[in-house]
């Protein structure tokens, strides 16, 4: 499903689309109400016309919206519109990594740099929940 440049998503209007994939669609959008740019995640129409998937849904953003982390996007809403099921992040600016690497390697000492802020959020969030019997924890 493509939504078009000004269609709007409750107060959400859509700015320009950022890129698909198998879990959805994900659009930079600017938030009437508080004026400011979010990212808006679109799921594709099986998570909306299942009951299932649409209760793992919630259940996964009641989660996320609980976590604070300094590399983990924050939620802010979601939402149903019209039968559309959408996220509603904050919007951070900057190169993918696909970008990146389409410039050159990444010299060994970026590259483990660059791990460590991604393994953090990922410990953050499982540890915060649960601590799996192969996750250390100290």
């Known amino acids: ?31 009437t ?22 209760q793992r849904f919630e259940r996964e953003a009641k989660t996320i919206s609980q976590l604070s982390h300094p590399h983990i996007c924050a939620l802010y809403d979601v ?6 099921e959408y996220l509603v992040m904050e919007y951070l600016e900057g190169e993918t990594l696909g970008e990146r690497l389409l410039k050159s390697p990444l010299p060994i000492d970026q590259t483990l ?18 601590t799996p019997s192969w996750l250390p924890t100290s």
């Open 113 to 130: 740099s660059s791990l460590s802020p991604s393994v953090s959020p990922s410990r953050y969030s499982m540890t915060r929940y649960s």
């Open 79 to 84: 939402g149903n519109q019209d039968g559309v």
């Open 1 to 31: 499903m493509t939504i078009p440049t000004g269609a709007r998503l409750g107060p959400y209007e859509i700015l320009v689309p950022l890129g698909a994939g198998g879990m959805g669609e994900v659009y930079k959008a600017r938030d």
């Open 33 to 54: 109400r508080l004026e400011r740019t979010v990212a808006v995640k679109v799921l594709p129409s099986g998570v909306s016309s299942s009951p299932e998937q649409r």
